[in-house]
C-alpha cells in the first residue's frame, strides 16, 4: 500500500486544498496552540475569483517591510541562525489561489516534466501528500530516507565515487527574478519582463511585493516556498542535463533532495567535471555551491549513512545498557558535541523521554537538577532539538516542590534566552514553563501574543483595502487560548514528535 503521493500527481483543486492546509501554510514546529486552519480557510473563501489588486493597494505594499513575520531560530547557541517567515495569510492564498489555477497547474506541472526529463538526475524533494494517518511532514522524511539514504546504499553497485555537495545559504540567496525563469525559461522570460500577466512574473512579483521589493531570496517556512525552490532547482537541472550532454559525460547518477546533491560517477574527473558545471550554472540564480561541504569519497556505502547515525550506531547500545539516567543523557550529550543538531541526536532524545514514561518517580527525582542542568546545555548548543529538550525538562520538573521548581525553571529560562536570535527557542520555552511563572518577560511576540497582549501585531495589515478581509483577519485569532489553557504541564510527545499517528 502506498503510503504518500507526490503533489505534483493532484489535479489543481486538490493541490490548492493541500497548499491551504495548516502544515503546509507553516512547517515550522510550533506548539498545538498556534492553528491557521480557519484564517486560511475564511480568507480563501472570501477572496476567491478576486485578484490581490481589487482587494489591496500593492504599491502601498511594496513600501512596508513588516508584511510577513520573521522568525528568528538561532542554530548553534552562537551567532549562527536562520530566519524563518510566516508570509501574510492574505498574501499565500492569493498566490496559492494563483498557482493552482486550471492553467497555471497545468503549465506548472509541464514544466516539471521537462526537468525530470533525465533519468539520470533525480529530485526527490516534491512535496508529497499522505495517504495513511500520518502527516504530510512525516511522510517527507521517509521518502528521503527510503530514496535518498537506501538508495544511495544500492548505487554502490553501479559507482566508484560519490561526491556531496550542497547550495550555500540556498533560501535566502535565491535571485526571484529566476523562478520566471523556470516557468518560461530565461529567454521568454527576459523577452516579456514587463508582462503583468506571464505567471512566472506573478510569483516573482508576489514575493518581491511582500518583502520590501527584495529580488534576492525566498521566505523559508512553508510548503509552498519549498515547491517554488523545487522550480527554480528544477530549471537548474535542466540546464545542468544540458551542459552534461555538450561535455559527453554519459556515466553518473545524481539524487538531488531541494538544494543537497549526492554526485555519483565511476571517474573522479567526470565528478569534478560536473561540480564545474553545476557551480558555474547556479551564478545567475545567485546561489553557490557549500565548498566546505562538498567531498568525495570511494566508499560510497558509508557515504550513503550520515555520520551522526553512523557513530550513534557503533556505540554499545547506549539505550537498553544504560542502566542509570544520568549516564544515559550523558552519552547522548557527548554525541551532541561531535554532531550538534543532528537526527540521530534528535532521534536519541526522543528515546530517552521514551523511557522517562517507564521510569519510577523515585529515579527520576534522584538526578533532576544535575539532568535538568545537562538537557538545557544540549538545548543551547542543539537549537533544534529545543521541542524534545523543553519536554524532557518539563518531566523532570513537575517531580519537583513548587519553589525549587521556580528557582530551576528560572535558571533554565535565563541560560537559553542569552543565545541570540532565539525566538524560537522562547516559544518552546514558554510552552514549557506555561504554569511555572507567569510574570516572566518574553520578548518574542509570539509569547507576548499568548501571554495576553491584544495590541501585539504579527502582520502590517495597512495595505489592505477591503474592509471584510480585515475583519477576518481581526476576529480570527491563529492563537487559541482553550488549547493553551488545557495543556499539561508535561509536554507529550503528541506536541512534538511527527511520527507519532494523531489520536494514538
Given at each position: 500500500?502506498?503510503?504518500?503521493?507526490?503533489?505534483?500527481?493532484?489535479?489543481?483543486?486538490?493541490?490548492?486544498?493541500?497548499?491551504?492546509?495548516?502544515?503546509?501554510?507553516?512547517?515550522?514546529?510550533?506548539?498545538s496552540?498556534?492553528?491557521?486552519?480557519?484564517?486560511?480557510?475564511?480568507?480563501?473563501?472570501?477572496?476567491?475569483?478576486?485578484?490581490?489588486?481589487?482587494?489591496?493597494?500593492?504599491?502601498?505594499?511594496?513600501?512596508?517591510?513588516?508584511?510577513?513575520?520573521?522568525?528568528?531560530?538561532?542554530?548553534?547557541?552562537?551567532?549562527?541562525?536562520?530566519?524563518?517567515?510566516?508570509i501574510?495569510?492574505?498574501?499565500?492564498?492569493?498566490?496559492?489561489?494563483?498557482?493552482?489555477?486550471?492553467?497555471?497547474?497545468?503549465?506548472?506541472?509541464?514544466?516539471?516534466?521537462?526537468?525530470?526529463?533525465?533519468?539520470?538526475?533525480?529530485?526527490?524533494?516534491?512535496?508529497?501528500?499522505?495517504?495513511?494517518?500520518?502527516?504530510?511532514?512525516?511522510?517527507?522524511?521517509?521518502?528521503?530516507?527510503?530514496?535518498?539514504?537506501?538508495?544511495?546504499?544500492?548505487?554502490?553497485?553501479?559507482?566508484?565515487?560519490?561526491?556531496?555537495?550542497?547550495?550555500?545559504?540556498?533560501?535566502?540567496?535565491?535571485?526571484t527574478?529566476?523562478?520566471?525563469?523556470?516557468?518560461?525559461t530565461?529567454?521568454?522570460?527576459?523577452?516579456?519582463?514587463?508582462?503583468k500577466?506571464?505567471?512566472?512574473?506573478?510569483?516573482?512579483?508576489?514575493?518581491?511585493?511582500?518583502?520590501?521589493?527584495?529580488?534576492?531570496?525566498?521566505?523559508?517556512?512553508?510548503?509552498?516556498?519549498?515547491f517554488?525552490?523545487?522550480?527554480?532547482?528544477?530549471?537548474?537541472?535542466?540546464?545542468?542535463?544540458?551542459?552534461?550532454?555538450?561535455?559527453?559525460?554519459?556515466?553518473?547518477?545524481?539524487?538531488?533532495?531541494?538544494?543537497?546533491?549526492?554526485?555519483?560517477?565511476?571517474?573522479?574527473?567526470?565528478?569534478?567535471?560536473?561540480?564545474?558545471l553545476?557551480?558555474?550554472?547556479?551564478?545567475?540564480?545567485?546561489?553557490?555551491?557549500?565548498?566546505?561541504?562538498?567531498?568525495?569519497?570511494?566508499?560510497?556505502?558509508?557515504?550513503?549513512?550520515?555520520?551522526?547515525?553512523?557513530?550513534?550506531?557503533?556505540?554499545?547500545?547506549?539505550?537498553?545498557?544504560?542502566?542509570?539516567?544520568?549516564?544515559?543523557?550523558?552519552?547522548?550529550?557527548?554525541?551532541?558535541?561531535?554532531?550538534?543538531?543532528?537526527?540521530s541526536?534528535?532521534?536519541?532524545?526522543?528515546?530517552?523521554?521514551?523511557?522517562?514514561?517507564?521510569?519510577?518517580k523515585?529515579?527520576?527525582?534522584?538526578?533532576?537538577?544535575?539532568?535538568?542542568?545537562?538537557?538545557?546545555?544540549?538545548?543551547?548548543?542543539?537549537?533544534?532539538?529545543?521541542?524534545?529538550?523543553?519536554?524532557?525538562?518539563?518531566?523532570?520538573?513537575?517531580?519537583?516542590?513548587?519553589?525549587?521548581?521556580?528557582?530551576?525553571?528560572?535558571?533554565?529560562?535565563?541560560?537559553?534566552?542569552?543565545?541570540?536570535?532565539?525566538g524560537?527557542?522562547?516559544?518552546?520555552?514558554?510552552?514549557?514553563?506555561?504554569?511555572?511563572?507567569?510574570?516572566?518577560?518574553?520578548?518574542?511576540?509570539?509569547?507576548?501574543?499568548?501571554?495576553?497582549?491584544?495590541?501585539?501585531k504579527?502582520?502590517?495589515?495597512?495595505?489592505?483595502?477591503?474592509?471584510?478581509?480585515?475583519?477576518?483577519l481581526?476576529?480570527?485569532?491563529?492563537?487559541?487560548?482553550?488549547?493553551?489553557?488545557?495543556?499539561?504541564?508535561i509536554?507529550?510527545?503528541?506536541?512534538?514528535?511527527?511520527?507519532?499517528?494523531?489520536n494514538?
Open positions: 500500500m502506498k503510503n504518500r503521493t507526490s503533489l505534483l500527481r493532484l489535479q489543481s483543486k486538490s493541490a490548492k486544498a493541500f497548499f491551504l492546509k495548516q502544515e503546509s501554510y507553516c512547517s515550522i514546529d510550533l506548539p496552540y498556534f492553528s491557521f486552519k480557519d484564517l486560511l480557510e475564511k480568507l480563501s473563501a472570501e477572496i476567491e475569483n478576486k485578484s490581490l489588486t481589487s482587494i489591496a493597494n500593492t504599491k502601498r505594499m511594496k513600501e512596508l517591510d513588516d508584511i510577513n513575520y520573521t522568525l528568528y531560530t538561532n542554530k548553534d547557541g552562537k551567532l549562527s541562525w536562520r530566519p524563518l517567515q510566516i501574510h495569510p492574505l498574501v499565500y492564498v492569493s498566490l496559492v489561489h494563483k498557482i493552482t489555477e486550471q492553467k497555471n497547474w497545468k503549465k506548472i506541472k509541464n514544466r516539471f516534466k521537462d526537468f525530470q526529463k533525465n533519468p539520470k538526475i533525480r529530485c526527490l524533494s516534491i512535496p508529497v501528500k499522505s495517504l495513511n494517518k500520518q502527516s504530510n511532514k512525516a511522510q517527507q522524511i521517509l521518502q528521503w530516507w527510503e530514496e535518498v539514504e537506501q538508495e544511495s546504499i544500492t548505487l554502490s553497485l553501479e559507482y566508484n565515487f560519490v561526491f556531496d555537495t550542497d547550495i550555500a545559504d540556498c533560501y535566502g540567496s535565491i535571485y527574478h529566476s523562478i520566471a525563469w523556470a516557468l518560461e530565461k529567454d521568454i522570460a527576459k523577452q516579456h519582463i514587463n508582462d500577466n506571464l505567471l512566472g512574473n506573478i510569483i516573482d512579483k508576489s514575493i518581491q511585493s511582500a518583502q520590501y521589493q527584495q529580488t534576492n531570496g525566498i521566505p523559508q517556512g512553508s510548503i509552498l516556498m519549498d517554488i525552490a523545487e522550480m527554480v532547482l528544477g530549471y537548474v537541472d535542466e540546464l545542468l542535463t544540458q551542459k552534461l550532454e555538450e561535455n559527453s559525460i554519459e556515466n553518473y547518477q545524481i539524487l538531488r533532495y531541494r538544494d543537497d546533491y549526492r554526485i555519483f560517477v565511476n571517474n573522479i574527473n567526470d565528478g569534478e567535471i560536473i561540480l564545474k553545476l557551480s558555474e550554472i547556479l551564478v545567475p540564480f545567485g546561489l553557490k555551491l557549500n565548498s566546505s561541504k562538498t567531498k568525495s569519497n570511494s566508499d560510497v556505502i558509508t557515504a550513503s549513512i550520515k555520520k551522526d547515525k553512523l557513530a550513534w550506531l557503533q556505540l554499545p547500545d547506549p539505550e537498553s545498557n544504560t542502566s542509570n539516567l544520568q549516564k544515559y543523557i550523558l552519552v547522548i550529550r557527548h554525541h551532541s558535541l561531535n554532531y550538534p543538531n543532528s537526527g541526536l534528535i532521534a536519541a532524545l526522543s528515546n530517552f523521554q521514551k523511557r522517562l514514561k517507564l521510569e519510577s523515585k529515579n527520576i527525582k534522584q538526578y533532576s537538577n544535575q539532568i535538568i542542568s545537562i538537557v538545557t546545555d544540549i538545548a543551547y548548543h542543539n537549537p533544534k532539538c529545543i521541542s524534545i529538550c523543553c519536554a524532557i525538562i518539563s518531566q523532570f520538573l513537575l517531580e519537583l516542590n513548587r519553589n525549587v521548581y521556580n528557582e530551576l525553571a528560572t535558571k533554565v529560562y535565563n541560560k537559553l534566552k542569552t543565545a541570540p536570535n532565539s524560537f527557542a522562547q516559544i518552546w520555552l514558554q510552552r514549557m514553563l506555561k504554569n511555572a511563572i507567569p510574570t516572566i518577560n518574553f520578548s518574542e511576540r509570539l509569547c507576548l501574543l499568548v501571554a495576553g497582549d491584544n495590541q501585539i504579527i502582520w502590517n495589515h495597512s495595505w489592505i483595502d477591503s474592509t471584510k478581509i480585515k475583519e477576518i481581526k476576529n480570527n485569532s491563529f492563537f487559541n487560548n482553550n488549547i493553551f489553557d488545557n495543556l499539561d504541564e509536554i507529550n510527545s503528541d506536541e512534538f514528535d511527527i511520527f507519532i499517528y494523531p494514538s
